[in-house]
């Protein structure tokens, strides 16, 4: 069975950093795409950031370019969102999501976490 638990949400002013945690089992982490995708209220879903297992390459929106770095470490299964220089237009439930396979989308993935939600406000 595949999961996907993300952690290290909360409450953070603007300027201030935080980092999301995503452990991950029940697939092959070197053989997928994993990502962190976020819904602001009132808004859909958007990728934020993805990297491909297989060779490591990142993808990031340009919202959070130069402010976000997502990496992972395969002997944790886990990946991470390093999240910088927060702004309030960050605020939203950030969502964990694989793609087993050698997929080079961030788009559209087949398992998901539960969400974490981040909130940046002074």
């Known amino acids: 069975e595949v999961q996907l638990v993300e952690s290290g949400g909360g409450l953070v002013q603007p300027g201030g950093s935080l980092k999301l945690s995503c452990v991950t089992s029940?697939?092959?982490?070197?053989?997928?795409?994993i990502g962190w995708f976020r819904q602001a209220p009132g808004k859909e879903r958007e990728p934020v950031a993805c990297?491909?297992?297989?060779?490591?390459?990142?993808y990031y929106d340009n919202s959070v370019k130069g402010r976000f770095t997502i990496s992972s470490d395969s002997a944790e299964n886990t990946v991470y969102l390093q999240m910088n220089s927060l702004k309030t237009e960050d605020t939203a439930d950030y969502y964990c999501?694989?793609?087993?396979?050698?997929?080079?989308?961030?788009?559209?993935?087949?398992?998901w976490g539960l969400g974490t939600q981040v909130n940046v406000s002074s």
């Open positions: 990297i491909f297992s297989d060779d490591l390459n990142t």
């Open positions: 999501a694989a793609e087993v396979g050698t997929t080079k989308s961030c788009i559209a993935y087949a398992y």
């Open positions: 029940g697939f092959t982490f070197e053989n997928a795409a």
